[in-house]
Structures are given as structure tokens and as C-alpha cells.
């Protein structure tokens, strides 16, 4: 290794820790940027994702939530349709709702030599990808994001939320694929949904395409919300 390589692969370790950011695991790097906190995801596939605030308070619910520092979490329903209220130290100060643990995109670094193909979806999308994969073998590299098991980028609300950490790998390396497919379950957005939800146009895939990114869809139909973070769209009565 050359004397200019090795100051550069230092730099390139240190970059979290100089950025502020915090390094969840060390098997896939899960990283979260500086103001957010590591939190546990069961269905990521890395056992982790980044709650979009700083010191936060892991709630430890199925889909992932968390509250800001200084709050407790209530959780109130079974299993998935768990619903998170954070609740102030302080008498008096109303709950907060909950908010989404994002899971990270794709495991796999894109490739340099072949073109390559993003699924980014709900479980639907989890369970044709390996369909896709094979049909597409000639044509790009298929991976998906979230990576990981049942509920994928769930509904339109959390894919809004959580675009950033889907278009990159656990690391916090940004992806730039040469396609994206979108396949949301079109559910309303919830009361505890981003302010990008205001516009009823908003949705991922026109996100994605305002930033340049080359998209397609795949998208169901309109399905009623089923409130802040319900169960994921495989368990969701049509």
C-alpha cells in the first residue's frame, strides 16, 4: 500500500467521528448522522436504523419508534398496530406522537460494471424481488431497500420519512441506482406523518424523481391510513 493510500483509508475510518455521526454496529457499520440516535429495528437487516432525533429514547416496538430525550414512550394497541405517544416529564405538556425508526437501504454496494436496479418498497415488493432478480440477471444488479424482512418501506407516509436512509447503504454511503422502482401501498398519510404528506401529489417516487434519480412504479391502490406506524402492509386488510 502506497504512502499516499494509507493517510487516505484512515481519513475515510475516521469520517464518522469526525462528522458527529455514531456507528450502531460494527458487522454492516449501520451509521446514523450527526442528531439522530441508533435504535433497534427489528426488521432491518441489520438489527438497527436512526431515529431522526438527537439522544433519543428507543421505544423497542415492533416497526421501531422513538421519542426526544426527556420523554417516556406509551405504546397503546397489540402487536402492529401498536400507536407511540411520548410522554413530557413535565405535568401539564401534551403527548408527542411517536416517530418512525428509519431502516437503511441496501446492503450491497452498487456495481461498478454492471448497471444497477433498485426495488424500493413495501412487503409486496419483498416478496417478487427474487422474480425480478432472476428475470432482470442480464440486464443490472436488483437489489432492494429497506433491505431486510416483512413490511419493507411500509406506508407512503414512513417511505416519505425515510427516503434518505433507503437511497443508502447501512454506512450512510449514499446509492445512486440507474433505475428505482417505487411499490407503495397507497395509504394516506397519517396524523403523524411528515410535513411532505400536506400535498396530496407528495409520495416517494416523485421525491426521488424532483432529485434526479431515473423512477418507475408499481403502486397499488388507495387504501385508508391506518394511523401512526399500524401493522406492515402484508398483515393489512384490502
Not at 66 to 95: H, I, M, R
Not at 123 to 132: K, N
Not at 183 to 212: E, I, K, Q, Y
Request: charged content about 15%.
Amino acid at each position: 500500500m502506497s504512502g499516499l493510500q494509507l493517510p487516505l483509508l484512515a481519513l475515510l475510518l475516521a469520517l464518522p467521528a469526525i462528522a458527529g455521526a455514531r456507528v450502531c454496529e460494527t458487522v454492516h457499520n449501520t451509521t446514523c448522522a450527526a442528531g439522530s440516535s441508533c435504535a433497534k429495528s427489528s426488521f432491518s437487516a441489520t438489527g438497527w436504523g436512526c431515529c431522526p432525533l438527537p439522544n433519543a429514547v428507543d421505544c423497542g416496538t415492533p416497526l421501531g419508534s422513538c421519542c426526544p430525550a426527556g420523554t417516556k414512550c406509551s405504546a397503546v394497541g397489540p402487536g402492529w398496530e401498536k400507536v407511540v405517544s411520548c410522554l413530557p416529564a413535565a405535568a401539564g405538556k401534551p403527548p408527542v406522537p411517536g416517530t418512525p425508526v428509519c431502516k437503511p437501504g441496501p446492503l450491497n454496494r452498487l456495481s461498478t460494471t454492471r448497471k444497477n436496479c433498485l426495488v424500493l418498497g413495501d412487503s409486496v415488493s419483498l416478496g417478487y424481488t427474487p422474480f425480478l432478480t432472476t428475470a432482470l440477471a442480464d440486464d443490472c444488479v436488483v437489489q432492494h431497500a429497506p433491505d431486510g424482512g416483512d413490511g419493507g418501506a411500509e406506508e407512503t407516509g414512513y417511505g416519505l420519512e425515510c427516503l434518505d436512509s433507503f437511497l443508502s447503504n447501512p454506512d450512510g454511503a449514499p446509492v445512486t441506482p440507474d433505475l428505482i422502482l417505487f411499490n407503495f401501498v397507497r395509504t394516506s398519510c397519517s396524523a403523524a406523518s411528515p410535513p411532505l404528506c400536506s400535498s396530496p401529489s407528495s409520495d416517494p417516487a416523485a421525491l426521488a424523481a424532483g432529485r434526479g434519480y431515473t423512477t418507475a412504479r408499481a403502486t397499488g391502490p388507495t387504501r385508508p391510513s391506518p394511523g401512526a406506524r399500524g401493522p406492515p402492509p402484508s398483515t393489512r386488510a384490502s
